[in-house]
Every structure is written in C-alpha cells, then in structure tokens.
C-alpha cells in the first residue's frame, strides 16, 4: 500500500487508450471513500495513453479508491493508499477564517503579502529559475500569474508552446450573446485537444511555488490574448476548466482566480457578463478540493457611500474573498462590513515608470497603500513596473518575472514583520468612524498591541479617542521608509494629546502596559 502526506497530492496513472481524441472521447474518474466520505474526482489524460486522477487528502488513514469510466480497461480499478500526518511546514490550503481572514487549514495564522508576475512561467528557462531565486529572496507568500500567455504592451513574445493542439494564426471570433460561441473562422487551435507538455511544465512551476512556501494565485482567463483563448465558446471553456481543475485541484498551494479584468472582457467582446455565473459555478463544482475562488475587476466602481455596484456580485457564496482592482484604501471597513469576506487589493497600482496611470506609482506610495490597506483590515498585492526605456526588452517583473529593481519590497518585508513578531495573526480595524477617518488602524487579535499609520499626514498633536477605555499603552514610532523604530516617551490612552514628531510616513505602534 502506498503512502501520501495529509495535503499533498496523491496520483494514480492507469494506461488507457490513444485513438481517436481521449481528451474528448473517453471519460475518466475515480470515487474516493474514507469512512462515510465518497468524495467523486474527475480524472485527465496526459498523453501517451496516461490516464491520471489526482486527490488531495485531508483525513490521516486508509483511502480506498475505486474508477469509473466509460472504457473498460479503466473501468472498476480498485487500490487504497495511507494518507499519513504532514510534516515540517505543510499546513495545508488556505481557507477564509472568522469570515474576513484566512489561516491555513491546520491553523496556522496566513496574512497575504502577494506579489504579481503574470506571465513569468511562459519566459525563457533562465528568467523563470531567476524569478523563483528572487521569489526565495523575499517575503511574498503569493504570487498572481495566468493560466493562459499574455499578449500585452512589453510583453508580445510567443511562448515556447501552447495549451492546445495547433499553431496561432492570430485570428480571433466574435462571441454571441447567448452562448458566447467562436465565429468558425479559423484561430489556428483545436481547443478540444490539449498539449499536456505545456500543463505539465505549468504544475511543475506551482509545485516550484509551494516549496517556497507561495501561494498560485492562478487566473484562468484574462483579455490580453492573441490567441482566441479568451474566445473558445462556452462548451470548450468548460471543457478547458475541467481539463486544469482536475490536473491542479490536488496541490494545496492553488487559489482560483476566474479572471484577471472580466468586466474589460466584456468590453473587448470576448466573454460577455452573464459568462461569469457559469465558469464560477463550473470551477466550485469541478474542485474537490474547495480552494479559494474569486474575480478579478477592471473598472472602479462609481464611489459613493461606500457603493460596489459596478462590480461583480462578491455575496455569491462560491466566492470565497474580494480580489479588486482600486487605490480607493479608505474604504476596506465599508466593504468588510458590506460583504463579509476578506478583502484583497490584487491591484492598487504598481511601483514603477511605464507610462500608465496604474504603472507610475513611487515605491513611497507602494508602501503607502499597503500600511493603508492592511491596517484598515484588508490585505494588499505588490506589483513593480520598471522600464529603463521605450520598447524595452528586459524583464519587467509584473509581466515576466526576472528580478525586483525597486525599493517597496523591503518596505513591505519590514511590515510583515513588524505585524508577525507584534502578535498580529490579523488586524482588527479601528477608527473606521469619526474623526480619524485619514488614519489606518489595526488591532491584534490578543488586544494587547494597536498599530496606526499616519502616513504623509504631519500633525504635531494627536489624540487616539479611538482607544479603549482605561488602557494605557507605550509607544514607538515607526519609521516606514527607514524601517526603524524609536521609542516615544509618552503613555498613551484615549483621553490625552501626545507629541508627535513631524516626519511623513510615520506609523505609531501601541502596547498594552496595564
């Protein structure tokens, strides 16, 4: 009987047939029994007459397995492994936790601190075993990147292969409304057959990421293609979901992304709205493992009282957090309080110089919107966007990985620190009323330490009202940017002014002392 660790992946292969089109013709799956458990996985081919079906077990002792399938020589295969304790550092996925956080399933506390590299695995050898040293170099514990090439400004090179049989003519369709189907001129794919090298050689990247202790924060669709893939028709974009569910469901390090910029799909015609419904429930439906899932958003929502109604509906309940699109940082505890779901700015504009808007952020401001963000209750996204001139051919990390050229990094390392060695498992938001609208404030879990950022706010008084009554704190004063702290001479409580020295980018960090 074999063996397989709690949370890591368990793969059974059976040979199978090769004629026709397996990955159409020939259905593939196996029932998974633990005690009163029968948990059904749909199993892929992976060329070569390979049938594989892969499982993530979360429950220590013996699984039986059993397969069904529509072609005998797959049919009613019966075998049984140990699923045994995990070890070191494996602590499972991550799951939402007190409904606005996230811990890893064992417990063990999660605070996302992402990064973004899109298209980083579709790069030359060298750039993407540079982009995993980097990776380890740093302190991000998840990394946004796509399913799909992308076809962007400084990013227009062909990728080694692609995901489905054929060559790119680039030629693209136009979807119908009811069914989004392809135009049947010719894209230069079959999107009913699958390349398993270029699937493999994507697994083996997240599975890279997991070693690193890094989340695959993995979009499944995006709009910056040249290709056809972000017109396939719905019949094949199910069939394409099936197909990367089942060969990836299995590694704990996955979240789901539907979409990087859905609603800028629409715009595109290449997916209309009602799409998302569908591809949403399809990939709940076909995981089961129950990963993290959301969405992705292009445009900003007209902000008024705190209103989202130009994105998608986040209260779907296969929906498991916000993954949003905005520098609107002041309103995490109006959108925590409206959704009940953790809230992560994957995109809050990028430190960099390319010449958009969402590109052209100084490493301060980077590091200003993390501290805004995280100590408001929410949870931010890195990302770096430096060009040394037009048309430049070097790596930009956003796009392709490589290495970081920028300074907000070790700002947003010495955050996560700070919160991780102060008890801050995760923050409670304070001062969400009142007066102190302009501050972000987090409480740790214990309520023995309070962090507030000013930020480039410069008072010379200030007065925390926001305290809770009789505590009386010390203090220091955090220089971001520096990354230093200094004592403050002060006690702290809610009823006192206190001396604040006149310096931007300051946080204050308050223990408890009664």
Known sequence: MTNCERWQSYELTLDGPTNGNPFMDVEFAAIFNYGTDHIHVRGFYDGNGKYKVRFMPKSVGIWNVKTISNVDELNDYQTSFTCTPAQDNNHGPVQVSGKTHFTYEDGTPYLPFGTTAYAWVFQDSKTQEKTLSTLKENS??????????????????????????????????????????????????????????YFQHLEQRIKDLDALGIQADLILFHPYDSWGFARMGQAMDKHYIQYIVARLASYKNIWWSLANEYDLMAQLGQK??????????????????????????????????????NWFDYTKPWITHLSIQSDNVFFVPKWLDDFQKPIIFDECRYEGNIEFGWGDNSAKGMVDSFYRIVLRGGYATHGETYIDKPNTTRPIWWAHGGILRGESQKRITYLKQLL????????????????????????????????????????????????????????????????????????????????????PYQAILLTKIN
């Open 140 to 197: 991000f514990n998840k990394i946004r990147m796509t399913a799909f090439p992308k076809y962007y400004n400084y990013n227009t090179q062909e990728p080694a292969q692609y995901p489905f049989a054929g060559s790119p003519t680039h030629t693209t369709g136009i979807f119908n409304d009811d069914s989004w189907q392809v135009d049947p001129q010719k894209t230069g794919f079959d999107y009913s057959t699958f390349n398993p090298s």
């Open 272 to 309: 209309p709205l009602s799409a998302w419904d569908f591809i949403g429930k399809t990939v709940h439906q076909e995981d089961p493992s129950g990963h993290l899932l959301s969405i992705h958003n292009f445009y900003d929502p007209p902000v008024h009282k705190g209103t989202t109604k």
């Open 420 to 503: 991780a060695t102060n008890g801050f498992n995760y923050v409670n938001p304070m001062a969400v009323q009142g007066p102190h609208w302009e501050l972000a404030v987090g409480e740790s879990p214990d309520k023995q330490h309070v962090f507030a950022y000013i930020g480039d706010n410069q008072p010379e008084f200030e007065i925390f009202d926001f305290l809770p009554k009789d505590n009386i704190y010390s203090a220091q004063v955090i220089d971001t940017w520096n990354m230093t702290s200094t004592k403050l001479n002060e006690r702290i409580d809610k009823n006192h002014y206190f001396h604040i020295p006149r310096k």
